[in-house]
């Protein structure tokens, strides 16, 4: 694309500029230097060789403060005339990110934004994002919608709208904030067709490490001893398990072999056109993405029962001049995704995966028939590849139009605009599930074998169900806006009226609708002022509670437009600025202001008794709630050093929210109803937000570093909550999720220790046990005891982009972490022989308390079945969550254009790509961002090649 008015330098000097075309003309000799600059790219520089003709490509410059972002509604802005805190990402850094979902991409990218993934199922990764503690609305080309429907090739830029004056024109829709996507466009240039092939592999980060069946059975005997029991487990049956001499009286069965393979394949296929001219411009873009699952199939069986997902993606944004006067886009968007895993479901095979014991069953009898016994119906490899399969079918369409008018006969920079979106969303999910029975193998004295049933009957391959539904959303809009430069003097205005419209299969449809309005005012691009207000509602709440008012205000000072910033050179551009507002949420509450009623026990009627049904009170209605508000304090500050070389961004934001909706606990059970939520809640989020970047080169060696760290804490300064016995009892003035049990002291270290101290009421304390501070004195471990736990630093969460390249060679990486972060280490991956006797046993058991390893111990004693002692959360099962991760690593080289253009090939990249290859974190017993022993995050190794025409 030409570039207008970019500076020609000659050996420091001011020469020339370019043309509208981006042409120039300049005599230099050799050895002289050349240096182009230009507004919003990076500077070019180059040492004269030889006397021949030049043609001079700029790299877009993010740091520029001349570079625009995408603001609520109004378009694109000059970063420069914001007074707003927001982030961005741009199409060059998301390409570089080897994700299958918009939400991967964002992964230590931006501050502010805290993402965690729990899942490395294909199509239900679960990346959760929180917005400055809360979940942002997403938005895409000015409308809300869901992540799902957005591929990651389709994507321009990702904003993010944190403060109350870049938000506030949403209004009760805006307190967490804002994630708004931009998809892309066309250019008035030639066209431009690109096609990318990628392909790779997927292995599991983690997995439980269970135990084998010999190791099991000694620990199981272990246990019981501790409980003063009897062995379970014989001489005879330990050395039977330890060779393997009898597998199916004496199983040893690594469940996760049996059914998960050790990789899964993965490919994608990306084709983009683009281009246009002075009156019309169009971007359209196909994609195909196949992700296998790590589940091992069975070739008898004639459908699939892996975990696998295909989406199938289509965009086409396009723009038209149609007159002087009136320019139209139309943008259509389609994804269907296909989704399969086996009949018993994911998240309950890795359940059983996790509760099932290498001794339990063998996988098969000896005549065949899947091994079952009354402690052990589930079979896990029935389930998984005999137990049917389900489909997940989605469909979703969207398509906007609008129409913008130059109103400049009436006044020069007068525009009106009109929008209208539609959504659809179909889905269908399909169950075709079966049954297979499961039987037990039984050897009498006499050496005759049977095999007795145990459990339901089989049942055939059957289409159990089909369920359909379908979710649309209409919205409307309508505005009038005005931008216009009159000397020294900047006005942007912004008024629009808009309907927003839900509808849902098993729902009623949801409604906001309101209007809204942007002022902003710049004097000579020095000084600004921007004032948003919002005024909007929805049905949600009784009538005369429905809409609300939502103001904002932001000031900002370039200090470097000031005259006595020309003395300080290195200071390329800096600025203060700072925002104040309020904003809604009405993520809750919906018809609480209705009574409702529901069927209650029964009881008898009549001298013969007969039963009937009873209407009960449900919650009792309240006619006053509505939305939760938030007041925002955000300052900043935006900084540019050396030529644009370094740059800053420094963020401080203090918000308040208040009338959150809680359920009064102070009030009196007498009532006989469960309170209904009220207004009464008041929590304070309040943090940091740095982000540095530095970019250079050395000859032609270009490169760039962009570290970024936030800081955030969430304090409860208001909770109706019953009074305490004790001030650790307290909730209000505590972190947002503060962590309580009771306060860990180490291990009983004998039994006469435990006999003396105080203990759970109604438990025998043992050697080994975990000991607890008895904090109000009384003798007795109880409620009265529990309180905080853990540190109350503030979350911190970073990450650290860079990258080089150079001759063709590019490199760059990605590495994200989190401190300050806890969780609790529970649960059925975590406990020893849960489910009364019959769950699972690990690795980390190996390490339980014996009277040989007391003071080093890294786990309580064993005990069969639940310990009502150490299965309580307490300090002990408080671990760290902190992290750091290789997130994202690339290298990639650009053939020659002299190789390429003789096969009518603008560009070739071929590229080799890895995710998740290094993990730092001080707790190793599970992934520390999953903490669960389901479907594991993946590490992955992929290669392609992106061709452009």
């Not at 005879?236 to 069965?253: I, K, M, Q």
């Not at 609300?548 to 203060?576: C, H, S």
């Not at 955000?634 to 420094?650: I, Q, S």
């Amino acid at each position: 694309m030409p570039i207008y008015q970019a500076k020609i330098y000659a050996n420091g000097k001011l020469a020339s500029s370019t043309d509208r075309a981006g042409n120039f003309t300049l005599s230099l000799a050799k050895g002289q230097q050349l240096k182009v600059i230009a507004q919003g790219y990076l500077a070019f520089a180059k040492t004269i060789e030889r006397a021949d003709s030049l043609i001079v490509y700029l790299k877009d410059n993010p740091l520029g403060a001349d570079t625009t972002y995408q603001t609520l509604y109004t378009g694109a802005l000059k970063r420069k005339l914001s007074t707003a805190a927001i982030s961005e990402i741009y199409t060059s850094q998301l390409e570089l990110t080897n994700s299958r979902s918009t939400g991967g991409l964002l992964v230590g990218r931006m501050p502010g934004l805290f993402t965690n993934q729990s899942s490395g199922e294909p199509g239900a990764d679960a990346v959760s994002l929180s917005l400055r503690g809360a979940t942002p609305l997403i938005m895409v080309d000015g409308t809300p919608q869901s992540f799902g429907a957005i591929n990651p090739e389709q994507i321009e830029s990702i904003t993010l709208l944190k403060d109350a004056v870049s938000t506030a024109m949403l209004g009760m829709r805006a307190s967490n904030g804002i994630l708004y996507i931009t998809t892309r466009r066309g250019r008035e240039e030639a066209q431009k067709i690109s096609f990318k092939v990628q392909s790779g592999i997927q292995t599991p980060l983690v997995l439980p490490k269970s135990l084998n069946a010999f190791s099991y059975a000694t620990l199981y005997n272990e246990a019981l001893a501790n409980d003063n029991k009897s062995p379970l487990y014989s001489l005879e049956a330990l050395a039977a398990y330890r060779d393997g001499s009898d597998p199916f009286t004496y199983p040893d069965v690594n469940w996760y072999d049996q059914v998960l393979k050790n990789n899964a394949a993965f490919s994608r296929f990306d084709l983009a056109v683009s281009g246009g001219a002075k009156t019309s411009n169009y971007f359209v873009n196909l994609d195909y993405l196949d992700q296998g699952g790590l589940f091992r199939t069975d070739p008898k069986n004639s459908y699939n029962t892996n975990a696998d997902f295909k989406r199938y993606s289509f965009r086409s944004n396009a723009s038209i001049d149609l007159s002087k006067m009136f320019t139209s886009s139309v943008r259509l968007g389609a994804q269907i995704q296909n989704g399969n895993e086996p009949g018993a479901t994911v998240p309950t095979i890795f359940s059983n995966l996790l509760s099932t014991p290498a001794n339990a069953i063998p996988v098969f009898n000896p005549n065949g028939s899947l091994a079952g016994t009354d402690n052990y119906l589930s079979n896990i490899y029935g389930q998984t590849f005999r137990s049917g399969y389900r489909l997940y079918n989605q469909v979703e369409f969207k398509v906007d139009v609008d129409l913008k008018a130059k109103l400049d006969v009436l006044t020069k920079g007068l525009y009106a605009k009109a929008l209208v979106a539609y959504n659809s969303y179909l889905f269908e999910n399909i169950n075709r599930a079966k049954r297979e029975e499961v039987f037990e193998m039984q050897v009498n004295a006499a050496g005759d074998t049977t095999y007795t049933r145990r459990g339901a009957v089989g049942v055939p391959m059957s289409n159990i169900g089909t369920v359909t539904g379908r979710n649309s959303s209409l919205y409307g809009e309508f505005a009038l806006g005005y931008q216009r430069r009159i000397g020294v003097h900047g006005f942007d205005a912004y008024l629009q009226a808009s309907n927003d419209k839900m509808s849902y299969s098993s729902l009623l449809p949801e409604n906001y609708r309101g209007i809204a309005a942007k002022a902003s005012y710049n004097y000579k691009e020095k000084y600004l002022l921007d004032v948003a207000f919002g005024y909007n509602g929805v049905e949600r709440f009784a009538e005369g509670r429905r809409y609300g008012f939502f103001p904002a205000i932001g000031l900002g000072w370039n200090i470097t437009e000031e005259r006595f910033m020309q003395f300080v050179p290195f200071i390329d551009y800096l600025k203060l600025r700072g925002s104040y507002g309020l904003t809604g949420n009405v993520s809750a509450g919906r018809f609480t202001y209705l009574q409702n009623y529901a069927r209650g026990a029964g009881y008898n009627v009549g001298t013969t008794p007969t039963g009937a049904n009873g209407i009960i009170q449900a919650s009792l209605a309240n006619p006053n709630i509505t939305w939760e508000k938030a007041k925002k304090l955000n300052l900043g500050v935006d900084a540019r050093f050396f030529n644009n070389k370094l740059g800053t961004t420094v963020e401080y934001f203090v918000n308040h929210f208040y009338d959150l909706l809680q359920r009064p606990n102070t009030g009196s059970a007498i009532l006989g109803a469960a309170y209904p939520l009220v207004n009464i809640g008041k929590l304070e989020r309040n943090g940091m937000e740095f982000q540095l970047t530095y970019q250079d080169h050395i000859g032609k060696f270009n490169y760039f570093i962009q570290p970024n760290i936030s800081y955030f804490r969430s304090i409860n300064t208001f909770i109706d909550e019953a009074p305490r016995e004790y001030p650790w009892q307290v909730r209000t003035g505590l972190p947002g999720g503060q962590p309580f049990g009771y306060i860990a002291e180490g291990l009983f270290q004998t039994n006469a220790e435990a006999a003396s101290s105080p203990v759970i009421a109604g438990y025998t304390a043992r050697a080994g046990d975990i000991k607890y501070r008895d904090l109000n004195k009384d003798g007795t471990i109880d409620s009265r005891d529990v309180a905080p736990i853990g540190h109350r630093r503030p979350l911190t969460f970073y990450g650290i982009n860079l990258g080089f390249d150079i001759k063709g060679f590019d490199f760059s990486a990605l590495i994200q972490g989190v401190e300050n972060r806890q969780f609790f280490f529970t649960g059925a991956n975590v406990f020893e022989f849960t489910n009364n006797g019959k769950g699972q046993a690990f690795e980390h058991h190996l390490g339980r308390w014996t009277p040989e390893n007391a003071t080093t111990a890294s786990y309580p004693r064993l005990s069969v079945g639940a310990n009502p002692n150490n299965e309580v959360n307490s300090s002990y099962w408080l671990k760290s969550g902190d992290y750091m991760r290789l997130r994202n690593l690339e290298v990639g080289y650009t053939l020659p254009a002299k190789v390429t253009r003789k096969a009518g090939i603008a560009t070739a990249r071929i590229f080799f790509n890895g995710a998740n290859l290094l993990t730092w974190s001080e707790f190793k017993e599970v992934d520390p961002e999953s903490n669960s022993g389901g479907y594991p995050i993946p590490r992955t190794l992929s290669g392609g090649i992106n061709i452009k025409f």
